[in-house]
């Protein structure tokens, strides 16, 4: 995966975000779903975010979604859950859209904990290897 750039800086950040409807009642099935899908991806587009995959299942969704390094996870969470209850009840009215306050995220990238930690250590012994 390719590093992504803003003015300051350059990230390759993904979050994978999870959350259900009130009460976990499975409403989110056609159409709501092919809707819900349309709001998202609106929702993504307006923010600069980038929608690696999504999954709107009965019961809840799975969104998986890089964002810069200056938006933080709740901060996607509320715009994702927010505006896409707002957008649907607004357009539509034959479902009443809400979420939870609960949900769920998760960090991914393309270096493991290990590679990082094994990189700052090198950078020790470079610095001790200089000061000789």
């Known amino acids: 995966m390719e590093a992504k750039s803003t003015r300051h800086s350059r990230y390759n950040i993904f979050y994978h975000l999870v959350w259900i409807p009130k009460y976990r009642r499975k409403t989110l099935e056609e159409p709501t779903k092919t809707r819900l899908d349309t709001i998202l991806r609106e929702i993504a587009k307006e923010k600069g975010l980038e929608i690696s995959a999504l999954e709107i299942m009965p019961d809840h969704i799975h969104l998986?979604?890089?964002?810069?390094?200056?938006?933080?996870?709740?901060l996607l969470v509320n715009w994702f859950k927010g505006i896409s209850s707002r957008l649907y009840n607004h357009r539509f009215k034959?479902?009443?859209?809400?979420?939870?306050?609960?949900?769920?995220?998760?960090?991914?990238?393309?270096?493991?904990?290990?590679?990082?930690?094994?990189?700052?250590?090198?950078?020790?012994?470079?610095?001790?290897?200089?000061?000789?």
């Open 94 to 132: 034959d479902k009443h859209i809400q979420w939870t306050n609960a949900y769920y995220v998760g960090t991914a990238g393309t270096v493991s904990k290990e590679n990082i930690q094994k990189y700052i250590e090198g950078q020790t012994k470079c610095q001790d290897t200089k000061a000789e």
């Open 64 to 74: 998986f979604v890089s964002s810069p390094p200056q938006h933080s996870p709740s």
